[in-house]
């Protein structure tokens, strides 16, 4: 008898049964879509505009307001029939302005220091003088930038042991008064991360620029989950998919070396959230390519029921790891975040569904050997996938549930989905216990075979490079006194006031 989770290969030219197909209705891209309002940067910046420069930065600031426009126009998430070159090419020319704010205002004196802080200051001035007056090696000419679209320094921590992904957020800023230009005007953004969908504003441009990169990763999560999955759209799905994750992870470059305090950072860009947005999208392209790997099954000698299982394997355990860091966000259970159990819910829900598909795979070769062994083992590997669907017909109740007061969810398409799974499975199965119960006469194993090793190699697809736009001159940089700066008013909206939608 072969070991347990020792499946042999099937025999060349075996006729193999059909199969169920991974889901093709992916997870709504977030409770509510991210919007903000429109802005008009020379009313907001008007009071750190050194007097006598307004003339001088007025095609800037036109040139902001109106680039804003078009980007937040273009990643309203229900204009899913704008292209992908045109959302990523309207926001990139966003955040190359945007990203100007990050220099240095040559018009105020540089923070002084004193003390250790201030010998310390002086060594990294006379390492590198041209970043004090005003930035802009660091923000495009002289420094090279990762494919994300940020510094390299924002990379660093990958070196010095923090797990990459997570933002740590500092307790109280050290940099209001650093001299940039990034905290002279307020954002409002709809908070993802929020169970009440309010609003927050942030002070800090690099925030904006953080939050523009979730929103487009949302609308090309709301483009792949638009479109119908079938062999011709498969690889603009998957393609919208690998970009949603590379655009999270270049907002996840950005906050992080923003460190912007803790209170000053709406949920939805903090750690854990952000994070799984990009997970999700990673997990939900390799849905793609486990179907595209089932329709090579018989055209193809290196695509086996067994390469398939270990993806599935692999996108399950996704699922899996996605669910322990969310429920982490679920909070206080008298009053949980509803946000979080929705995503929460969906995880267990394709969790199920994917060990199902895997033990689906594995009955389907086990059976295709053709022998008493391999039926007895198929028949056993058939009922644990069953019972799996099962499990994942509640758990998909408990997310549609989750979901009714919060989003629309296809309910009926999910139900559909899992009874076919369910009956093409069952099918195979009966077909398998007739077989046995005629001709081979094997008793069924107690336990299924162990899933095969997790395989995968899906990657997110980096966000371009983001440079300052060239109306960022050192000219400019004289314009502006940051320390004229307004109350911004940061933090959560008040419920009564609305977010204006993004269209």
Same mark, same amino acid.
């Given at each position: 008898?072969?070991?347990?989770?020792?499946?042999?290969?099937?025999?060349?030219?075996?006729?193999?049964?059909? &199969?169920?197909?991974?889901?093709? @209705?992916?997870?709504?891209?977030?409770?509510?879509?991210?919007?903000?309002?429109?802005?008009?940067?020379?009313?907001?910046?008007?009071?750190?505009?050194? !007097?006598?420069?307004?003339?001088?930065?007025?095609?800037?600031?036109?040139?902001?307001?109106?680039?804003?426009?078009?980007?937040?126009?273009?990643?309203?998430?229900?204009?899913?029939?704008?292209?992908?070159?045109?959302?990523?090419? #309207?926001?990139?020319? *966003? =955040? %190359?302005?945007?990203?100007?704010?990050?220099?240095?205002?040559?018009?105020?004196?540089?923070?002084?220091?004193? %003390?250790?802080?201030?010998?310390?200051?002086?060594?990294?001035?006379?390492?590198?003088?041209?970043?004090?007056?005003?930035?802009?090696?660091?923000?495009?000419?002289?420094?090279?930038?990762?494919?994300?679209?940020?510094?390299?320094?924002?990379?660093?921590?990958?070196?010095?042991?923090?797990? !990459?992904?997570?933002?740590? =957020?500092?307790?109280? $800023?050290?940099?209001?008064? /650093?001299?940039?230009?990034?905290?002279? &005007?307020?954002?409002?953004?709809?908070?993802?991360?929020?169970?009440? %969908?309010?609003?927050?504003?942030?002070?800090?441009?690099?925030?904006?620029?953080?939050?523009?990169?979730?929103? &487009?990763?949302?609308?090309?999560?709301?483009?792949?989950?638009?479109?119908?999955?079938?062999? @011709? $759209?498969?690889? #603009?799905?998957?393609?919208?998919?690998?970009?949603?994750?590379?655009?999270?992870?270049?907002?996840?470059?950005?906050?992080?070396? +923003?460190?912007?305090?803790?209170?000053?950072?709406?949920?939805? =860009?903090?750690?854990?959230?952000? /994070?799984?947005?990009?997970?999700?999208?990673?997990?939900?392209?390799?849905?793609?390519?486990?179907?595209?790997?089932?329709?090579?099954?018989?055209?193809?000698?290196?695509?086996?029921?067994?390469?398939?299982?270990?993806?599935?394997?692999?996108?399950?355990?996704?699922?899996?790891? &996605?669910?322990?860091?969310?429920?982490? =966000?679920?909070?206080?259970?008298?009053?949980?975040?509803?946000?979080?159990?929705?995503?929460?819910?969906?995880?267990?829900?394709?969790?199920? *569904?994917?060990?199902?598909?895997?033990?689906?795979?594995?009955?389907?070769?086990?059976?295709?050997?053709?022998?008493?062994?391999?039926? +007895?083992?198929?028949?056993?590997?058939?009922?644990?996938?069953?019972?799996?669907?099962?499990?994942?017909?509640?758990?998909?109740?408990?997310?549609?549930?989750?979901?009714?007061?919060?989003?629309?969810? #296809?309910?009926?398409?999910?139900?559909?989905?899992?009874?076919?799974?369910?009956?093409?499975?069952? %099918?195979?199965?009966?077909?398998?216990?007739?077989?046995?119960?005629?001709?081979?006469?094997?008793?069924?194993?107690?336990?299924?075979?162990?899933?095969?090793?997790?395989?995968?190699?899906?990657?997110?697809?980096?966000?371009?490079?983001?440079?300052?736009?060239?109306?960022?001159?050192?000219?400019?940089?004289?314009?502006?006194?940051?320390?004229?700066?307004?109350?911004?008013?940061?933090?959560?909206?008040? /419920?009564?006031?609305?977010?204006?939608?993004?269209?």
């Amino acid at each position: 008898m072969a070991a347990r989770g020792s499946v042999p290969s099937i025999p060349s030219g075996k006729a193999m049964p059909s &199969m169920p197909l991974v889901p093709s @209705s992916f997870l709504p891209t977030a409770p509510h879509p991210k919007t903000t309002p429109d802005i008009d940067f020379e009313t907001e910046l008007r009071p750190c505009i050194i !007097k006598g420069k307004e003339s001088q930065v007025k095609a800037l600031l036109d040139q902001l307001t109106e680039c804003r426009r078009t980007a937040v126009m273009t990643l309203d998430p229900t204009r899913t029939v704008v292209s992908q070159d045109a959302i990523i090419t #309207d926001a990139v020319k *966003y =955040l %190359g302005l945007v990203k100007g704010f990050r220099g240095l205002s040559t018009a105020v004196p540089a923070p002084s220091a004193s %003390g250790a802080g201030a010998s310390e200051e002086k060594k990294e001035e006379s390492s590198s003088k041209d970043e004090r007056v005003p930035a802009l090696a660091s923000l495009g000419d002289g420094t090279k930038t990762n494919a994300a679209g940020g510094d390299e320094a924002a990379d660093s921590s990958s070196a010095t042991g923090k797990k !990459k992904g997570t933002v740590e =957020l500092k307790a109280k $800023s050290s940099s209001a008064d /650093d001299g940039s230009l990034r905290r002279m &005007m307020p954002f409002l953004w709809r908070d993802l991360g929020d169970s009440d %969908g309010a609003s927050f504003r942030m002070g800090d441009t690099m925030l904006e620029e953080a939050s523009v990169m979730v929103a &487009m990763a949302q609308v090309l999560l709301q483009k792949a989950k638009s479109e119908v999955l079938n062999e @011709s $759209s498969m690889l #603009d799905i998957f393609h919208s998919l690998r970009k949603a994750a590379g655009a999270v992870e270049a907002a996840l470059n950005v906050v992080r070396e +923003a460190n912007a305090p803790g209170d000053e950072v709406p949920d939805d =860009l903090k750690a854990n959230m952000i /994070d799984t947005l990009m997970q999700i999208s990673m997990a939900q392209a390799q849905h793609v390519t486990i179907r595209k790997a089932q329709m090579q099954v018989g055209k193809n000698a290196a695509i086996t029921h067994n390469l398939i299982a270990r993806i599935c394997h692999d996108t399950a355990e996704r699922y899996k790891a &996605m669910e322990r860091i969310v429920a982490r =966000l679920v909070g206080n259970p008298k009053k949980p975040n509803n946000v979080a159990k929705y995503f929460v819910a969906h995880m267990r829900y394709k969790q199920l *569904y994917f060990l199902g598909m895997g033990y689906s795979m594995l009955g389907m070769q086990r059976i295709g050997q053709d022998d008493d062994v391999g039926c +007895a083992s198929g028949i056993r590997n058939l009922m644990t996938a069953t019972d799996c669907f099962d499990k994942a017909q509640v758990a998909a109740n408990a997310f549609c549930d989750s979901a009714r007061t919060i989003v629309y969810v #296809d309910t009926g398409m999910i139900n559909m989905q899992l009874d076919e799974c369910r009956g093409m499975v069952q %099918g195979v199965l009966d077909k398998a216990k007739k077989s046995n119960e005629t001709v081979f006469f094997k008793p069924i194993p107690d336990k299924p075979d162990a899933l095969p090793d997790r395989m995968s190699n899906i990657r997110q697809e980096a966000l371009v490079e983001i440079g300052v736009n060239p109306l960022w001159t050192e000219a400019m940089y004289a314009c502006f006194d940051p320390s004229k700066a307004p109350d911004l008013g940061i933090g959560k909206v008040p /419920d009564e006031i609305d977010c204006c939608p993004v269209s």
